[in-house]
């Protein structure tokens, strides 16, 4: 953010007498306040301008310690947090108070989330208000990210019971009609009834068998592959299925890790993404399928789950399509989720790509704005060469 976009000053500071952005002496208690291990931002009251801050928040906020006093405090706030930046100090009574998890904005524009503790005094001979600030991103990611967790393990709980007990029901229904059918299937009067009954019940059928897999609870056959072999099967199998507007890039590195996964539905799970991604460029565009081997350092904490330190092979899906809105990213492995038009989606294609990808002990994330297109990223954790071993000293 430059000076430029620096919000005017509120006009109750019009009158007020003091220059609005010039710093507060603070004598002996510089040392103290420059020492604080917290960003602490002191802002004038009438004006809301920045009159000190200390090292702590010169570092978080980047702004170099010239140009963030005499700053509004207002630019401390992402645009669409401005109005109710606004409201909140107008409207807070004097004294104590403190209000958490604010979404605050760097100078260079990144975000951050913020609890933010705020002391009216007078310093200086100045009416001031003194914000203690704590940066508690990584403790909202991770809210957000147990709270996502839940709803996918109660909706799969859910579909799973379900699922379990309608696929009993319907193998009753499929294996009655086709009884039927050996005794009436030629008879004119029955016959197309017959097939219907037939033709549903199986449709029905495989949307059960669609939502066991994102409960996981079907029954998978475990293999261990490198990566690219399995990507390559699902290449061939998606490309004859992907219309000429759309160009196809492959960018797989050589000799991608082994995966212990259910080759066919893994097959499966990238024959989702891909048709989406297709569903998402419908004026053309590119999709990009890519593989590599990536060793995370750290957890890396993303909005489901937490990715523990470690060796993966990486399959990203990548398209430049539509893309999606905060809203409808946060929901899409959700079974029933869809934005299409009934009867095209059923909304299960990712809620089974992200049972698939869980069951195998692995991970998806989507990165998405309108747009912008889509990455859906799978990380899939390395087998070492002798895991398959282990079966030897089994029964
Ligand atoms: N690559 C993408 N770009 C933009 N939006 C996407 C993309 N992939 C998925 N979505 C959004 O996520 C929703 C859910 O996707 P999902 O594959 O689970 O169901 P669906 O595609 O709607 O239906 P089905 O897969 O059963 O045909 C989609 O309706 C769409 O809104
Ligand atoms: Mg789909």
């Given at each position: 953010m430059t000076p430029d976009h620096q919000e005017p000053e509120p006009s109750q500071?019009?009158?007020a007498p003091e220059a609005p952005g010039a710093p507060v002496a603070l004598g002996?208690?510089?040392?103290?306040?420059e020492g604080v291990a917290l960003p602490v931002v002191m802002i004038d009251a009438e004006s809301w301008r920045v009159v000190a801050v200390n090292q702590a928040a010169v570092t978080q906020y980047g702004y170099p310690r010239d140009e963030f006093v005499g700053l509004s405090a207002l630019n401390l706030r992402p645009p669409e947090g401005k109005a109710e930046a606004r409201k909140v100090l107008v409207e807070m009574p004097h004294g104590f108070w403190k209000t958490t998890a604010v979404k605050h904005c760097r100078k260079d524009g990144s975000l951050l989330m913020v609890d933010v503790w705020s002391q009216d005094t007078v310093v200086d001979g100045r009416?001031?208000?003194?914000?203690?600030?704590?940066?508690?991103?990584?403790?909202?990611?991770?809210?957000?990210?147990l709270q996502q967790a839940q709803k996918m393990e109660a909706v799969g709980r859910l579909a799973g019971g379900i699922a379990h007990d309608f696929n009993n029901a319907l193998t009753s229904i499929i294996a009655n009609a086709e009884l039927l059918q050996g005794s009436f299937g030629d008879d004119p009067a029955w016959s197309t009834e017959l097939a219907d009954i037939l033709d549903y019940a199986e449709r029905a059928a495989e949307l059960t068998r669609q939502l066991l897999a994102f409960s996981r609870r079907r029954v998978v056959s475990v293999e261990v592959v490198p990566l690219n072999d399995v990507v390559l099967r699902a290449e061939a199998l998606v490309r004859p299925a992907i219309a000429e507007h759309i160009a196809i890039e492959s960018r797989m590195a050589v000799g991608t890790w082994s995966v212990r996964v259910d080759p066919t539905q893994l097959e499966q799970a990238i024959f989702n993404l891909t048709m989406n991604a297709q569903d998402a460029m419908p004026g053309g565009g590119t999709l990009i399928?890519?593989?590599?081997?990536?060793?995370?350092?750290?957890d890396a904490i993303t909005d489901r789950s937490t990715i523990p330190a470690g060796d993966y092979a990486e399959l990203t899906i990548c398209d430049t399509g539509i893309g999606m809105d905060d809203l409808t990213r946060d929901r899409v492995f959700e079974p029933f989720f869809t934005t299409k038009p009934p009867p095209e989606g059923t909304g299960l294609g990712l809620s089974m790509a992200y049972g698939i990808v869980r069951q195998c002990g692995g991970y998806i994330t989507v990165d998405s704005a309108v747009g912008q297109g889509a990455t859906f990223r799978i990380l899939l954790p390395r087998v070492g060469r002798s895991a398959p071993l282990t079966h030897l000293h089994g029964d």
């Open positions: 500071a019009s009158d002996r208690y510089r040392q103290i306040y009416a001031v208000r003194v914000a203690t600030i704590s940066d508690v991103t990584e403790r909202v990611q991770l809210q957000h990210e399928v890519a593989t590599r081997n990536v060793s995370l350092g750290r």
